[in-house]
């Protein structure tokens, strides 16, 4: 037998924007699910649960109706069908969204006489439809319930279906005397709350659409080496993290006051937030408080790193991989002169020049930049007399390290790194091995050198 009297608010979100975090939604749509199946007709303070229910639900539409941009609905289940047998199709729309449409579902309300079961779950499922297309609405389910699911439907399977159709679903529970068992069963689907009284009950009710209806406010400080909120110009992924689904982007800005920009989050919402320095920064178990100014704190230490050629422009289009000291897993590709931004640490970087030169243990401090500095290549000028095959490579401490291959060419100039090396070649139309050519040479930085076969 069912003991207890739950409302589970759920927040329905069909589509989210940047522009909604931003400013105000046009409409708010709420859907109130009401418990009419027999068992509302137990007592609790002295009372049928349906009379108190009733009674906060009436003077709650009363309130909302006055409203502006605001539309109520009303399905009600179990009221339909006596029980036993339990009908678990009891459920109905019994006064669609419209405006001023208070009287209705207060008319509604009254003449309601509990006599059935309890499909929580399939009424769920059906108030998923109840809410027609609508641009930048906003969808609040309000379920009142006295327990807990009676059909063998599951509310977390019917959570998790509204959640994969993009519908983000975070409820509140707020019953009186709950049990550890009714309890735990309701974990899945939100938010927990435990009622002692009837005041209570009403309370955490207007909680609830308050939370609904005020904004609340939020700061992401990135902090510097120094605990300071300084770092900004990074752009800034929101997700569910309930869901995985990906909300809105948004660059981190300072105000005119030198502070991080304010936004404006939905506290039923269990935030991750990505932000996009190199490497990333993942802010997570965020502690959204309802119609406060939230400071969401990350450390996001920073600085520059940029590898220069000493003269020349010869390496235009090169680049070099960063990674993490000791890592092999790349962070980013940079361009050769061209300065780059990352947390603070210690990184190894591999420029690909030929032959590539490998930089370790280099140091990213706080708003300074590091500099590495690298020579300017020569200029090997090939000149072949007909299609072959070859190698180059650079002679270091009496070995030789391979650098280029040619394929089939009969002119190519290269940009070399200084340093000593060695050419190994063959003609196509050779059909011996030891008709190979070998030539020795050295490149200068800023100079040329012409290779003939």
Request: aromatic content about 8%.
């Amino acid at each position: 037998m069912k003991k207890t009297l739950l409302i589970i608010a759920s927040l329905l979100l069909t589509s989210l924007s940047n522009a909604q975090y931003t400013k105000d939604i046009k409409t708010t749509r709420i859907l109130f699910i009401f418990d009419a199946s027999n068992s509302m007709n137990g007592k609790w303070e002295g009372k049928k649960k349906i009379e108190s229910a009733r009674k906060i639900l009436i003077k709650l539409v009363d309130s909302l109706d006055k409203l502006p941009n605001t539309q109520l609905a009303l399905r009600v289940y179990g009221h339909q069908y006596a029980f036993p047998p339990p009908v678990c199709t009891d459920s109905k729309l019994e006064v669609p969204f419209a405006n001023n449409n208070s009287q209705k579902i207060k008319a509604k309300l009254n003449s309601i006489v509990p006599k059935g079961t309890t499909p929580i779950a399939y009424s769920l499922q059906l108030a998923g439809g109840d809410f027609p297309p609508m641009a930048n609405a906003r969808n609040i389910i309000v379920l009142i319930t006295d327990g807990i699911e009676a059909c063998d439907g599951d509310p977390c399977a019917i959570a998790l279906m509204l959640q994969k159709k993009n519908i983000i679903v975070k409820p509140y529970i707020i019953g009186i005397g709950l049990d550890m068992e009714t309890k735990k069963a309701f974990e899945c689907v939100g938010n927990v709350y435990n009622a002692q009284n009837e005041n209570e009950f009403e309370n955490m009710l207007q909680v609830v659409v308050k939370q609904t209806f005020n904004k609340t406010s939020a700061q992401i400080n990135l902090l510097d080496t120094y605990g300071k909120p300084t770092e900004t110009n990074v752009n800034m992924t929101f997700y569910n993290k309930k869901t995985g689904k990906l909300l809105f982007n948004l660059m981190h800005t300072l105000n005119q006051k030198g502070n991080p920009d304010i936004l404006y989050m939905d506290p039923k919402i269990d935030y991750k937030i990505i932000v996009h320095t190199i490497p990333k920064t993942i802010i997570d178990n965020i502690k959204i408080i309802p119609n406060k100014h939230n400071i969401i704190k990350k450390p996001a230490p920073q600085g520059y790193l940029i590898v220069k050629q000493l003269s020349g422009n010869e390496y235009k289009n090169t680049k070099f991989i960063v990674r993490k000291a000791g890592k092999n897993r790349t962070l980013y590709a940079q361009d050769l002169n061209k300065k780059e931004k990352y947390l603070t640490g210690t990184y190894d970087i591999e420029i690909l020049t030929l032959p590539r030169i490998n930089k370790k243990n280099i140091k990213i401090t706080q708003s300074k930049t590091t500099t590495i500095n690298i020579p300017q290549p020569g200029l090997l000028n090939l000149s072949m007399p007909a299609k072959g095959y070859g190698s180059i490579y650079v002679l270091k401490n009496k070995k030789q390290e391979w650098v280029y291959n040619i394929n089939g060419i009969t002119r190519e100039t290269i940009y070399l790194q200084p340093g000593n090396y060695r050419i190994i070649w063959r003609t196509a139309l050779a059909k011996k091995m030891n008709l190979s050519q070998i030539k020795d040479f050295k490149v200068i930085s800023g100079r040329s050198v012409s290779i003939k076969f």
